[in-house]
Nanobody, 121 residues
Framework: VQLQASGGGSVQAGGSLRLSCAAS????????MGWFRQTPGKEREFVAS????????YYADSVKGRFTISRDNARSTVYLQMISLRPEDTAVYYC???????????????WGQGTLVTVSS
């Protein structure tokens, strides 16, 4: 499965962005999907996950209530809607395909290339 993330950019604090991740080369609907993010010098961290049907979602505490993950299996695309962005949300965001752990966090099998989100104060 190949994943292509897009939608990153620069916004001011309080602004919003929507990230997209288009999948190809596999059966998208077979996979649970998720978003992770990484800043320089830090480990990649989990942000959100969604199960293959789209009926169950899970979020890191730091983004709960501000970010929404969704998917369109007909378009083989997963989205991350981000509102009320904060400077600490600045990171490279990666989409991933895989399966959900018992804690509902995604265990990735495939990664996208990353898209940069910069939030200025």
């Amino acid at each position: 499965v190949q994943l292509q993330a897009s939608g990153g950019g620069s916004v001011q604090a309080g602004g919003s962005l929507r990230l997209s991740c288009a999948a190809s080369g596999g059966t998208f609907a077979y996979y649970d999907m998720g978003w992770f993010r990484q800043t320089p010098g830090k480990e990649r961290e989990f942000v959100a996950s969604i199960n293959w049907r789209g009926g169950n979602t899970y979020y890191a505490d730091s983004v709960k209530g501000r970010f929404t993950i969704s998917r369109d299996n007909a378009r083989s695309t997963v989205y991350l809607q981000m509102i009320s962005l904060r400077p600490e949300d600045t990171a490279v965001y990666y989409c991933a395909a895989g399966g959900l752990s018992g804690s509902r966090r995604l265990i990735p099998d495939y990664w996208g290339q990353g898209t940069l989100v910069t939030v200025s104060s």
